[in-house]
C-alpha cells in the first residue's frame, strides 16, 4: 500500500463528505507475498480514527517463523480486525479461516441476535456463556476448532514456525536459481514464500504450468506482474524441501531451452 496514496484517498473522501469506513492493509499479498508498512498504517488510522483491518490469510504465520522474517507483519497486533486461514500455511484441512477482532464488546454488540427461541437462561441447556452464535453470522457451525487444536497439539508451535521459515528460505532458493539462470527472469523480488518468473524467450508461463502439471513433475500457478503473465511459486508445504525447489526450476528451465 502506497501510504501518499492512502492519505490524499482519505482527505479526498473526508472533503466530499464522505467518512471512509475502514483502512484494508494486507499482510501477504496473494501475487507477491508482499507485506504492506502496518505500524506506519496503524500510526495513520489512529491518527484518523479508522477502523484497520489486516487481511493476513497466510501472511500471519510468519509471526511464527525465525527473525528477521517473524517482523514482516510488523504492527499487526495494533489492528482492529485481523483475518487469518489455517487451512493454508498451517496445514489444517479446508475449511478452517479465523477473524481476530479487538473489541469484544463491539464484537458482541455487531452479531448478537437473540429471538425468543434462543433466550438465554441461568441454568440448563440455555444457560452459560460465551454462545458463539453471538460472534459471528452462523447460527449452526461445526466444530472447526477442534481441527486447529488436533494440528497444533500434533506438531506444535515450534515446529509448525521452523515449516514457515523453512518455505521462505526455499522461495529465496528458488529467486536465487532464477537469478542465476540466463532461461528465467524474476517478475518481482522475493520477499516471502512466494517466487514469480517468466522465460527470457517469453513462452507462455499458462503453457508451462499445465505441461508441468499434466506430467506430475511441479505445480506452479501463473498470475499476472506489471501486465506480465509469469509462473508463481507459494511454498506452503511442511514437505517441501531445497531439493524440490531446484527440480521445479530445471524442469521450467528444460521447457524453455534449458539443458
Ligand atoms: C491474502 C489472501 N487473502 C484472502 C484469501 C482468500 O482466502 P479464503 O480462500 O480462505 O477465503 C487468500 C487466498 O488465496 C489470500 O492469499
Redesign the pocket.
Known amino acids: 500500500m502506497d501510504l501518499a496514496a492512502l492519505e490524499a484517498a482519505v482527505a479526498r473522501d473526508i472533503a466530499a463528505g464522505v467518512r471512509p469506513l475502514a483502512v484494508v492493509a494486507?499482510a501477504?499479498?496473494?501475487n507477491t507475498g508482499v507485506f504492506d508498512p502496518i505500524d506506519k498504517i496503524a500510526d495513520f488510522c489512529a491518527a484518523q480514527g479508522l477502523w484497520l483491518h489486516v487481511?493476513a490469510?497466510?501472511?500471519f504465520w510468519t509471526l511464527l517463523a525465525d527473525a528477521p522474517m517473524c517482523d514482516l507483519a510488523k504492527g499487526i497486533g495494533r489492528a482492529q480486525s485481523i483475518?487469518l486461514?489455517f487451512?493454508?500455511w498451517m496445514a489444517v484441512p479446508y475449511?478452517c479461516?479465523a477473524c481476530l477482532i479487538s473489541d469484544k464488546t463491539l464484537h458482541r454488540a455487531t452479531f448478537a441476535n437473540r429471538p425468543e427461541y434462543l433466550a438465554s437462561a441461568n441454568k440448563g441447556l440455555a444457560g452459560g456463556a460465551p454462545w458463539f452464535t453471538d460472534y459471528g453470522i452462523e447460527l449452526s457451525r461445526g466444530f472447526r476448532a477442534l481441527k486447529v487444536w488436533a494440528t497444533v497439539m500434533a506438531t506444535g508451535t515450534r515446529a509448525l514456525g521452523a515449516a514457515v521459515s523453512d518455505n521462505i528460505a526455499q522461495a529465496k532458493l528458488m529467486g536465487d536459481l532464477v537469478d542465476a539462470s540466463p532461461h528465467l527472469t524474476l517478475a518481482h523480488p522475493v520477499v516471502s514464500n512466494l517466487c514469480c518468473f517468466y522465460a527470457v524467450r517469453d513462452d507462455d508461463p499458462v503453457e508451462i504450468a499445465a505441461q508441468l502439471q499434466i506430467e506430475g513433475r511441479v505445480v506452479f500457478s501463473t498470475t499476472l506482474i506489471d501486465g506480465r503473465q509469469c509462473l508463481r511459486a507459494a511454498m506452503v508445504n511442511h514437505r517441501t524441501t531445497s531439493q524440490d525447489i531446484r527440480a521445479a526450476v530445471k524442469a521450467v528451465e528444460t521447457l524453455v531451452g534449458g539443458q
Do not use: L, Q
Open positions: 494486507t501477504g499479498s496473494v487481511d490469510a497466510f501472511g483475518a486461514d487451512h493454508k475449511d479461516g
